[in-house]
């Protein structure tokens, strides 16, 4: 079976550190695979919030996880900041990608990189909607060089 490859931007729109704690160990004593997504669900929460939305509350939708893909690139380990870059990418009428890299923060040691993609959700009408033009532009305002 061939690898997954996730290619990155040269520019991300956003950037968040997050310290890795105790609870994000397994008995390797390094992170714990399905606890990475936890931290990149944290830095997606963060992600949202600077662009003045919270994950339920995108120009009133909300937003679903519609699939994730992540490569492994080098262990992390308790009490290490983790410098998470995210940016939104391959919009659809429904929604986008959301690709992210994950770097040890003092040594830039790459840890993980991913792509989670997301459609965005009416939760009145329980059904899936189209993608807000205006998050379409705050998401992508700041990836062009300066």
């Not at 937003?63 to 492994?72: T, V």
């Amino acid at each position: 079976m061939p690898r997954i490859r996730i290619e990155l931007p040269e520019q991300f729109s956003f950037s968040t550190d997050i310290t890795l704690y105790v609870g994000h160990m397994n008995y390797g004593g390094h992170l714990d695979n399905a606890l990475l997504l936890s931290v990149v669900s944290e830095a997606r929460a963060r992600f949202f919030r600077s662009l003045g939305y919270g994950e339920l509350d995108v120009e009133g939708l909300g937003i679903i996880i519609a699939d994730a893909a992540l490569q492994y690139r080098s262990e992390a380990f308790h009490g290490e900041i983790m410098e998470v870059r995210m940016t939104a990418a391959d919009f659809s009428s429904k929604g986008c990608d959301l690709l992210w890299c994950m770097n040890e923060k003092s040594t830039r040691r790459e840890v993980a990189r991913g792509k989670t993609g997301i459609v965005f959700f009416d939760y009145r009408s329980r059904q899936v909607a189209p993608t807000p033009e205006a998050f379409r532009v705050r998401a992508t305002a700041d990836t062009s060089p300066s």
